[in-house]
């Protein structure tokens, strides 16, 4: 971590965790080694994911075009978390501060959603917790759940600012009804004078929603919303015919930029600020490997970030079968470590990695997993 990001990192730590963790020191010490190591890149980690995002289920009430579900890749099984295995799963992360409860699903369709973040509130005080949703099912008793039980962040995904684009994009939804779930959210936050959730709405940038960004901006200061995530469409290998070239992004983004410094507006996540642009000079510096982006699918398994969405095409274990100490510096995490090292293609997804590292755009495919 750099001098000059410590006071930012100091003020995200504290309007997201007020500051709990810090009582913590094991859990800080973890984090810490975590950031170094993520730039060290050792083939062995000693420390463990701080970030990890469980999947509760990865059933959904939407096709959205750009989501890796809706592509038919490869018959892959539909089911939800067993909440005793959730408590198997969660009982190996004693340092996790951020835990995502959601995959490649909808977690609100989940059954025991507001079980499972009262129990991980309780087992972890200190950790911030956090979803994605389409925000569909929010309803009044939803949102009335969501006060102050312990979720600190929601994220509602909308792409779109017309409702035709949203229609075509996220199928199956309705963006007045999406609009009227947020508006009750935030008025019964009000009401309630709850300190959390934080709540969020997310624009993946795909060609239907050229143009829109700026007024899902101006929509999302209307409805009073605390931030917004521009993000980004991860393409890879799989087919996506509905991404942008980079100078469609550039433009857009410029704007963005422009409407959220005027408005004042918090933004969680910009493409560019993590992880640059796609540049057939850029050295391969992929974090995944070192437990960027932890993710572990409704039934137990490691798959490397969203990257490797699916179990049955990708897994490094199955932490229902195997600790996870045993998993995390196993062969096959140790030796794709050494070929990102060496700056080779670990998995096949990586070869077409178009979101973060290009100059793999037009090299063979190498598939080790
Ligand atoms: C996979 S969804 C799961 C949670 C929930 N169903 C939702 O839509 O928010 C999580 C986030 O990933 C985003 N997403 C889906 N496909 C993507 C892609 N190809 N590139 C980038 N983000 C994507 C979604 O738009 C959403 O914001
Ligand atoms: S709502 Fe979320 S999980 Fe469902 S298809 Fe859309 S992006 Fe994918
Ligand atoms: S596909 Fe891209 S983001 Fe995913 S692990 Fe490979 S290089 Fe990293």
């Not at 700026?214 to 605390?226: K, L, S, T, W, Y």
């Not at 930029?257 to 000079?281: H, I, N, V």
């Not at 050295?283 to 932890?294: H, K």
Request: aromatic share 12%; with cysteine.
């Amino acid at each position: 971590m750099k001098l000059q990001e410590i006071p930012e990192k100091l003020r995200r730590l504290r309007s997201d965790y007020g500051l709990k963790v810090l009582l913590h020191p094991e859990v800080v010490r973890n984090y810490l080694l975590h950031e170094k190591e993520k730039t060290e890149k050792p083939v062995v980690m000693s420390s463990v994911p701080w970030a990890i995002e469980i999947e509760m289920t990865n059933r959904c009430n939407l096709a959205c075009t750009q989501c890796f579900r809706s592509k038919g890749l490869k018959p892959y099984r539909l089911g939800d978390m067993d909440p005793a295995n959730y408590r198997q799963i969660l009982d190996q992360f004693p340092s996790a501060a951020l835990i995502v409860l959601n995959g490649f699903g909808e977690p609100m369709m989940y059954p025991h959603f507001f079980d499972i973040v009262e129990y991980t509130h309780k087992a972890r005080p200190w950790a911030k917790i956090g979803i994605y949703t389409n925000g569909m099912l929010i309803d009044d008793e939803k949102a009335r759940k969501m006060m102050d039980c312990g979720l600190t962040e929601v994220s509602i995904s909308i792409d779109a600012a017309r409702p035709e684009t949203y229609r075509k994009v996220r199928r199956g939804g309705k963006l007045d009804v999406l609009h009227e779930n947020i508006r009750r959210l935030i008025r019964i936050k009000r009401e309630t004078k709850a300190r959390f959730p934080h709540v969020g709405v997310n624009f993946v940038m795909v060609n239907d929603n050229e143009g829109e960004l700026v007024p899902f901006i101006e929509q999302a200061r209307e409805m009073g919303v605390d931030y917004v995530n521009c993000i980004s469409m991860a393409t890879w290998d799989w087919g996506f015919g509905n991404r942008r070239f980079e100078a469609s992004y550039r433009a857009e983004l410029t704007a963005a930029r422009k409407r959220l410094d005027e408005l004042g507006m918090a933004c969680k996540s910009f493409p560019g600020d993590s992880f640059g642009w796609a540049d057939p000079r850029r050295t391969f510096d992929c974090n995944f490997f070192w437990g960027e982006n932890f993710r572990v699918t409704y039934d137990g398994n490691i798959t490397l970030g969203c990257c490797t969405p699916f179990a049955e095409t990708f897994t490094y274990g199955n932490l229902l079968d195997q600790p996870f100490s045993e998993i995390w510096n196993n062969d096959l995490f140790r030796r794709n470590r050494e070929m990102a090292k060496r700056g080779e293609p670990p998995v096949s997804a990586c070869a077409s990695c178009d979101a973060f590292c290009k100059r793999f755009f037009t090299a063979p495919q190498i598939g080790t997993g």
